[in-house]
């Protein structure tokens, strides 16, 4: 198993910038592809970007696409998204989640473990 924990949530006004981190443990990280997802109140939990185990494949929701960026670095165990240009229909609780597949998938049935959460809240 592998155990996920996001990072790097916090207040930041339309047109800022935030990176979220998720740090995995373990040594198998590079075995599972890996999706971040968001929840915002009184919505269902929506994919936003997933990469797959070696990085060589980035996918977005299209609500993104162009201001978000996924990485990871499997040296270190960890995923980044950078998120630019927010808005505020970004705000949400952000969720990373880990993928035993080597496809990537974008719905959150496929993925296997997910990490607590970390809070974006976009002002105007």
């Known amino acids: 198993q592998v155990q996920l924990v996001e990072s790097g949530g916090g207040l930041v006004q339309a047109g800022g910038s935030l990176r979220l981190t998720c740090a995995a443990s373990g040594r198998t990280f590079s075995s599972y592809a890996v999706g971040w997802f968001r929840q915002a109140p009184g919505k269902e939990r929506e994919f936003v970007a997933a990469?797959?185990?070696?990085?060589?494949?980035?996918y977005y929701a299209d609500s993104v696409k162009g201001r978000c960026t996924i990485s990871r670095d499997n040296a270190k165990n960890t995923v980044y998204l950078q998120m630019n240009s927010l808005k505020p229909e970004d705000t949400a609780v952000y969720y990373c989640a880990a993928d035993f597949s080597r496809t990537v998938r974008t719905t959150t049935e496929a993925y296997d473990y997910w990490g607590q959460g970390t809070q974006v809240t976009v002002s105007s």
């Open positions: 990469i797959s185990r070696s990085g060589g494949s980035t």
